[in-house]
């Protein structure tokens, strides 16, 4: 499982610990990631994501799983997300 946020994309950084004595070495800053079951309302069943925190807020931000994808970028979701996406985009131009 890899450390990238299937909505937004966001995955490990580089950087540096710097000491006291300005001794460099590299580091790892990884994004705070989180296993949550979001509920879509076009589609009536709930979707298992493993996204950042900042996604998370924004998702509640837009008002829900079915807003957030509508404006979401189809380069930046995961496979399961854009699968996702395209499903509640048919539901809503059925209904």
């Known amino acids: 499982m890899s450390r990238r ?3 937004t994309g966001k995955g490990p950084m580089t950087g540096n610990n710097v000491s006291h004595a300005k001794n460099r070495t590299r580091r790892r800053f990884l994004p705070n990631l989180n296993d949550v079951t979001l509920v879509s309302d076009a589609l009536g069943r709930s979707f298992k994501f493993r996204i950042s925190a900042s996604a ?3 998702v ?3 008002g829900g799983l079915d807003a957030f994808l ?3 970028k189809d380069a930046e979701l995961s ?3 854009l699968k996702v ?3 509640i985009a048919k539901a809503q131009a059925a209904a």
């Open 70 to 72: 509508a404006k979401a």
């Open 79 to 81: 496979d399961a997300a």
């Open 56 to 58: 998370l807020r924004t």
């Open 5 to 7: 946020c299937e909505f």
């Open 60 to 62: 509640d931000h837009r």
């Open 85 to 87: 996406k395209k499903d």
